[in-house]
């Protein structure tokens, strides 16, 4: 994938905050805009996890709006996508799906390419610095690797074992890290 463009090398990623029913659009650490977006309701919730933007339909009509991002969740069929229901945006209420107003989605869609990282957390959302913070228990965080990190020096700046990291994003040579590589952070 050396020179392809799939947005982690560029660091362009969205980081979609389930609590805060927000979706953050990212150019490397800053936050170039955020939206209200619907989630899942408790009983279909929006999985949590790191994922990409597999493809693209313009227009695809019905409950999904004027555009539509699927995403690479293995156990179904999920994605980011306008509404033909403005009044569920804020609300925990889709199947599974992000749902946006259109007007945001059409903004968005043509910033977002295929392979584009997808980062769904529990956190309330705001931004992310790439700096440690304190999360809670049982919360899932991201970090942006930089250059010189390894994954021992980030186990340290946030107090996780080595192994949970491994774990948490499939790590098959912890010894390799990339820069722009987004690392799942698993807090207990």
């Known amino acids: 994938?050396?020179?392809?463009t799939t947005g982690?090398?560029?660091g362009t990623r969205l980081e979609i905050f389930r609590a805060?029913?927000?979706?953050s659009y990212f150019a490397g650490h800053q936050n170039v805009r955020t939206y209200p977006v619907a989630v899942g309701k408790p009983s279909t919730p929006t999985p949590?996890?790191?994922y990409k933007v597999m493809n693209k339909?313009?227009?695809?009509?019905?409950?999904?709006?004027t555009r539509w991002m699927g995403l690479n969740v293995p156990a179904?069929?999920?994605?980011?996508?306008g509404?033909?229901?403005?009044?569920?945006?804020g609300k925990f209420i889709s199947n599974g799906c992000i749902r946006m107003h259109n007007s945001d989605v059409e903004a968005l869609f043509p910033m977002v390419t295929i392979?584009?990282?997808?980062?769904?957390?529990?956190?309330?959302?705001?931004?992310h610095s790439g700096q440690p913070d304190t999360a809670p228990a049982g919360e899932i965080e991201t970090y942006l690797v930089k250059p010189g990190d390894t994954l021992w020096k980030i186990s340290r700046m946030y107090n996780i074992p080595v192994d949970v990291i491994v774990k948490a994003n499939n790590i098959a040579n912890p010894d390799v890290l990339s820069p722009g590589q987004v690392l799942t952070l698993p807090f207990k």
């Open 20 to 23: 805060g029913r927000r979706l």
């Open 48 to 50: 949590l996890g790191v």
């Open 1 to 4: 994938m050396r020179g392809a």
């Open 76 to 81: 179904g069929n999920y994605g980011i996508h």
């Open 83 to 89: 509404t033909n229901n403005p009044s569920s945006i």
């Open 57 to 65: 339909i313009i227009n695809p009509g019905g409950v999904l709006g």
């Open 8 to 10: 982690i090398e560029s």
């Open 115 to 127: 392979g584009t990282p997808v980062i769904i957390t529990d956190r309330t959302g705001g931004g």
